[in-house]
C-alpha cells in the first residue's frame, strides 16, 4: 500500500510536476481541488485494503440445526439457512494505514 506522500508524487506526475508540493505552489488557486483529489485516491485505498483484510479474517457459522459451532474456514453447504457470516469476526479487523 502507497503512502500518502507517494500518492501525492505520483498525482502530481501524472500533472507534469516532479513533487506535489511544486504542483501546489505553481497552481495556488486550484490547490484544495488537488488536495481533495489526493485524498480521494488514498481513502479508496484503505478502503480496498480493509476490506480485503475483513475478506481474510471472515470466518463461518455453521448452524446444522440443534447447535451453532465456530467454523474457522471456508465452508461450502448449501442452503442458505445453514452459513452465516460472523460479523465480530469482520469488525474486528485493524485499520492499517501506511
Not at 500500500?1 to 505520483?10: F, G, L, R, V
Not at 498525482?11 to 513533487?19: H, I, Q, V
Not at 476490506?51 to 470466518?59: Q, T
Request: hydrophobic share 35%; charged share 25%; glycine share 4%.
Amino acid at each position: 500500500m502507497k503512502t500518502a506522500e507517494e500518492i501525492q508524487d505520483d498525482y502530481a506526475e501524472s500533472k507534469g510536476f516532479n513533487t506535489f508540493y511544486e504542483l501546489l505552489r505553481d497552481d495556488l488557486r486550484s490547490s484544495d481541488y488537488h488536495v481533495d483529489k489526493v485524498q480521494k485516491i488514498y481513502a479508496k485505498q484503505v478502503a480496498e485494503q480493509v476490506l480485503k483484510d475483513a475478506a481474510e479474517n471472515a470466518f463461518m457459522l455453521y448452524h446444522c440445526g440443534h447447535f451453532k459451532r465456530d467454523i474457522p474456514t471456508k465452508h461450502h453447504q448449501v442452503g442458505a439457512n445453514n452459513i452465516q457470516i460472523h460479523k465480530q469476526s469482520i469488525l474486528s479487523t485493524p485499520i492499517v494505514t501506511p
